[in-house]
């Protein structure tokens, strides 16, 4: 679905941001991006959106060169949503529902359609009782929600999430993965930053390791997760339950990686 040929970018500040940057991702794929701070996520996910173009290389979104005038821009935001790592970013309007609403009117919906979408999604995300409030005086978890709600309820191929899960309690975190799986079920692309190892661990197909703005390694989470010295030089820890079926792989028979805790259990108690 989408396609980067040796992208190059800096700001206009010098600041070298991204350094030919090879990448496909498939439509349907749960992938997530992982890297140290300033390695180069989000400002990947500025360009996936066509907010920044390129200074070297070029962007395809289904085999079709991406465009930066104003028309095919339009075209590229309805393909892919974002949500941003600051929920302050997005939230403008005065109540939730609005904010769920706004995307939904913009795009030339009939109101009964907008109406419909809003309180699907507003149940999807178990935001119905707070619909009259003003987004802004909400929780940062709730903010998170309304605004993973707006994205959904315009149904965009693809979704990318920058650190979708930091700052969030374990419920809130929880109600995030399990609207991600639901995404994942609908057919949706989902690119999601994280420094968390161990959900990229259980939840991925495709891992994109990023460092200094280059892609250090990009593949299936078993070869990448696994590798420590790969992690270890981007400044990752390897996911618990690598870490664990590592130690004690001699004493077990079977020879592939538990990506649950469920798994690794049941892999020790046929051990026993
Ligand atoms: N708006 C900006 N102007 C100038 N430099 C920026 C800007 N945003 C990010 N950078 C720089 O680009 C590099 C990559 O940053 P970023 O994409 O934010 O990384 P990450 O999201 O992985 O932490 C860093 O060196 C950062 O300081
Ligand atoms: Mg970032």
Known sequence: MLKLNNISYSYPNGTPALCEVNLTIGQGVKCAVLGSNGAGKSSLFTLLLGLIKPLKGEYHLDDQP????????????????????????????????????????????????????????????????????????LSFGQKKRVVIAAIIAMNPDAM???????????????MVTRIFEELHQQGKTLIVSTHNVDFAWSWAQQIILMKAGQIEANGRPEEILTNTELMKSCKLRQPVLVDLYQRIQPQLSSGHYPRSVDELSQLITAAL
Do not use: C, M, W
């Not at 941003?84 to 009964?112: C, I, K, M, R």
């Not at 999430?161 to 374990?170: A, V």
């Open 160 to 174: 990318v999430f920058d650190e979708p899960l930091s700052g969030l309690d374990p419920e809130s975190a929880q």
């Open 66 to 137: 991406v465009e930066y005038n104003k028309r095919a821009l339009l075209a590229l935001r309805r393909r892919i949503g974002i949500v941003f790592q600051d929920p302050d970013h997005q939230l403008f309007t005065s109540s939730v529902y609005e904010e769920v609403a706004f995307g939904l009117s913009n795009l030339g919906y009939p109101v009964t359609e907008v109406r419909q979408r809003v309180e699907e999604t507003l149940r999807l995300l178990h935001l119905e009782e707070l619909q009259q409030r003003p987004p802004h005086l």
